[in-house]
């Protein structure tokens, strides 16, 4: 009886994890700041103060964009412009991302400017300690640039000079994925000393919409000594609200070097100031007929005599969290732990090696489908002494079956007698008859890495496989609803759970294919449950990523073919 309820147990728990996944877990979806004039920011507290009047009408990006001058910059990766009133980066387009995989969409917008419906921006500048009567620039500075076009080839810079012949300039220079250096600097030619600190700064105004699961953080997220800190929008307007006595502690911090912004599922803006550069950080909420966020830095103060000059550097990343693009920037550029901006999880340590794998076969294969293949290759190989001695112990099963047919009919009435003949059974052939399902018991965390990082990762963002596959973060597009594609109909939310794929009837059927090599099992209850197995897999399954129901399938496929081969050998060693 033991093993009876234990082959239960077994059952329940990968159901229940199977379905608790499908409940819970969402299937993919398509996701697509200044100081005002009165704010006070110092160097050794916050980034508080007033937001600017809401604007009375929400406009299109490209009226808000026509009534500005600008300066342009593009490279492979990003496109956009920068106002040349307040030196702010506020318009920048993903060049290599879609809102969706139909041709004719528009790419992401990731930075949009002041008077549209969700403004995110990035400003840089200079601040006083105490008032000394010098103009500094502000978000109403018009300045002026040495070009009108930023490039990889191509830097350029902004210049402003004050009436007390103070000339700041903001120099750009852009690399050809996501990287901005950008270096302020002051050349005093006043007869006065000066004494300012630079500040830097990421603001979203209106509260972005996420999809606000749990194994997905979106918000701000930093690396402020060697501590990863992420916080949704609900802790920053809870606990860093400018109108707050007492804030929570994160909500001002010291630090060498590090770096801090927002991450979306897919996408991520970061102020990164030099390693040695010490700076106070500071994260905000503010509301004055909406919400904002900011996320910034302030550096030392910094005391500049006449005829002397002072240049402050430091990078923002905006653009695509790529795994590939996020370890280089880690190595060329020593931003410590720049890969931890992918959301990993707590299973970091299974999540990582599963994307580094997927990625390292893409390199080979060209295809994330070909390379998700190859890694369940991989992971049969690592599993195969466990497999090859649970296999072995079902073809024994399935050899032992006339013999437990025969005690079945023997001691119809004694069942614990039965029991414990099937136990000596058992052990005098080296049978276990829950064998079968540690296999399944083990591929569950490995299922569970490969869908977080089908999830949160973007290299298989709209990746096709081959056929009918074109995205292999979504689940299987032609559904049995639409006669697999030949009835073109957008099937409603609630007949989706029935809407199942191709991909997924061919995992159900390999999964029936690999039942029919086990032995059946001698009680009718289990054999039930047995049977209907690949049929829940099925249903479960088809609301998942493709590429996950890809790596099942394959999975299942392996595993057939080894069973054969096992309980061919064994069968004819002992026929």
Not at 19 to 36: C, K, N, S, V, Y
Not at 228 to 245: F, G, H, P, R
Not at 474 to 494: E, K, R
Not at 535 to 542: D, H, I, M, P
Request: hydrophobic share 40%.
């Amino acid at each position: 009886m033991n093993e009876q309820k234990n082959l239960y147990l077994a059952i329940g728990i990968s159901i229940a994890i199977i379905i608790f996944f499908q409940i819970l877990l969402p299937t993919q979806p398509i996701q697509p700041p200044p100081l005002e004039d009165n704010e006070t920011l110092e160097p050794a507290t916050s980034i508080d103060g007033q937001s600017k009047q809401i604007a009375e009408t929400i406009q299109s990006r490209e009226d808000v964009l026509g009534t500005t001058k600008r300066v342009s910059f593009k490279n492979s990766s990003v496109e956009g412009s920068i106002n040349l009133k307040g030196a702010i980066i506020d318009d920048l387009i993903l060049s290599k991302y879609k809102t969706s995989l139909d041709p004719e969409s528009n790419n992401i917008q990731l930075l949009l400017p002041d008077g549209t419906a969700n403004p995110y921006y990035i400003e840089t500048g200079w601040k006083e300690l105490k008032d000394t009567n010098i103009d500094l620039p502000n978000i109403d500075t018009e300045w002026v640039s040495d070009s009108l076009n930023l490039t990889p080839e191509n830097p350029i810079s902004l210049t402003w000079t004050n009436s007390q012949n103070i000339t700041f300039k903001v120099n750009y220079s852009i690399d050809d994925k996501y990287m901005f250096s950008i270096t302020q600097e002051i050349i005093n030619k006043s007869n006065k000393n000066i004494e300012v600190f630079p500040y830097r700064l990421i603001k979203r105004i209106n509260t972005p919409d996420t999809i606000n699961f749990f194994i997905l953080h979106e918000g701000l997220i930093s690396l402020i000594n060697d501590e990863l800190l992420e916080k949704n929008y609900d802790d920053i307007a809870e606990d860093c609200t400018s109108s707050l006595q007492t804030k929570k502690t994160f909500c001002d911090n010291k630090s060498q070097g590090g770096w801090l912004g927002f991450t979306d599922k897919y996408w991520m803006s970061a102020l990164i100031p030099n390693s040695d550069q010490s700076i106070n950080v500071n994260y905000r909420h503010g509301n004055n007929g909406r919400d904002s966020y900011r996320a910034g830095y302030v550096g030392q103060i910094y005391n500049i005599t006449p005829n002397n000059s002072f240049s402050y550097e430091g990078r923002l990343f905006v653009g695509a969290k790529k795994l590939d693009v996020l370890s280089s920037y880690d190595e060329k550029l020593s931003i410590p732990r720049f890969t931890d901006a992918i959301d990993w999880g707590w299973f970091s340590f299974l999540t990582k090696p599963v994307s580094y794998a997927i990625n390292w076969f893409y390199s080979y294969a060209g295809n994330f489908g070909l390379a998700i293949i190859a890694f369940t290759i991989l992971m049969r190989l690592i599993l195969f002494p466990l497999a090859q001695a649970s296999f072995k112990s079902m073809a024994k099963m399935k050899k032992l079956q006339p013999d437990m047919q025969r005690l079945k009919e023997t001691y119809p009435n004694d069942r614990q007698k039965m029991q414990q003949e099937l136990m000596a059974l058992y052990k005098r052939e080296g049978a276990n008859p829950v064998a079968g399902c540690l296999p399944i018991l083990v591929q569950i965390p490995i299922f569970f890495s490969l869908y977080k990082v089908l999830f949160v990762t973007i290299e298989m963002y709209h990746a096709p496989f081959y056929g009918w596959i074109d995205d292999l973060s979504a689940p299987d597009p032609l559904g049995l609803m639409t006669l697999f594609g030949i009835i073109p109909w957008s099937v409603p939310p609630i007949l989706s759970i029935v809407d199942i794929g191709i991909l997924p009837i061919f995992m159900g059927f390999t999964m029936w294919l690999q039942q029919k090599l086990n032995p059946a099992p001698a009680d009718p209850t289990q054999a039930r449950i047995f049977a209907l197995l690949p049929f829940v897999f099925t249903f479960v399954l088809a609301g998942f990523a493709a590429g996950l129901v890809l790596y099942w399938s394959v999975n299942n496929i392996l595993s057939i073919a080894q069973q054969w081969f096992i309980q061919r050998r064994i069968l004819a060693k002992n026929g």
